[in-house]
């Protein structure tokens, strides 16, 4: 009966229990810090491929053109919705600023959390030449 008594009272397994809560939020911390990074870096190459789609607009270039530079620049994404350009630029226009834009929806997807569903405004402006 002492050595049930013992074994009731000891701490074996202890560890492994602690190891199991700790490495549980170490993991989505990790995890969590992996798809950021991801998630940030789709971001910005987004935020490039609209500053080009705004560098060709300034220059005269027609929706179908700047969609098509939008589209390359953020290879290997694909934007969410069609890219909007707010004005067309001509002579008359010289100096104003010209828009592209869109709506982009990110995920992110962390082990063990719901994942996260998130849109950002991407948008890219420069002065019609």
């Known amino acids: 009966m002492g050595s049930f008594r013992r074994r009731l009272n000891g701490e ?3 560890a492994a229990v602690e190891f ?20 940030y870096s789709q971001y910005e190459v987004m935020q490039g491929a609209a500053r ?3 560098r060709r607009a300034a220059v005269g270039a027609t929706l179908t053109q700047v969609q098509s530079a939008v589209t390359q620049a953020a290879d290997p994404y694909t934007p969410s919705t069609p890219v ?8 008359d226009a ?5 828009s592209v834009s869109w709506t982009q929806n990110f995920q ?11 849109s ?4 890219g402006v420069f002065r019609c030449e």
Do not use: H, W, Y
């Open 52 to 54: 080009e789609g705004a």
């Open 20 to 39: 199991a809560i700790v490495s549980t939020i170490l993991f989505i911390v990790v995890f969590g810090i992996i798809e950021f990074g991801r998630t």
């Open 12 to 14: 074996r397994g202890a």
């Open 84 to 91: 909007t350009m707010d004005r067309t630029c001509t002579p």
């Open 120 to 123: 950002r405004t991407i948008k």
């Open 94 to 98: 010289t100096g104003q600023p010209v």
């Open 108 to 118: 992110i997807s962390i082990p063990f959390l719901p994942p996260a569903n998130i």
